[in-house]
Nanobody, 127 residues
């Protein structure tokens, strides 16, 4: 099994920054897993935000965060971070970390592609 625990959410003013972190654990977790961040705003479906491949570290971003968010991973710590800059009220959502066991040649972007999910962390942007 794999456990994913998100941290780093909170309240920030528009234009500010937050750094989310996802800690992975469990006997079957592998650094070859692809990792992703999704978000769900109130009344909306959960959507892809950013993802990173497990083997070569290629990344992919949703258009609405391109240039503002950066995904990274530290395999030695089994963590995946999402640096979020220039936040706007539209970024308010619950942010989820997800893991996919591998097999896609590209960064998976669909919810159904992912096998494990964290419980989520709330991000609120005021102003």
């Amino acid at each position: 099994q794999v456990q994913l625990v998100e941290s780093g959410g909170g309240v920030v003013q528009a234009g500010g920054s937050l750094r989310l972190s996802c800690a992975a654990s469990g006997p079957t977790f592998s650094n070859y897993f692809d990792m992703g961040w999704f978000r769900q705003a109130p009344g909306r479906n959960r959507v892809f935000v950013a993802g990173i491949k497990g083997n070569h570290g290629n990344t992919s971003y949703a258009d609405f965060v391109e240039g503002r968010f950066t995904i990274s991973r530290v395999n030695a710590k089994q963590t995946v971070d999402l640096q979020m800059d220039d936040l706007t009220p539209e970024d308010k959502a619950v942010y989820y970390c997800a893991a996919e066991v591998g097999g896609y040649p590209f960064v998976p972007r669909r919810e159904d592609d992912y096998d494990y999910w964290g419980q989520g962390t709330q991000v609120t942007v005021s102003g």
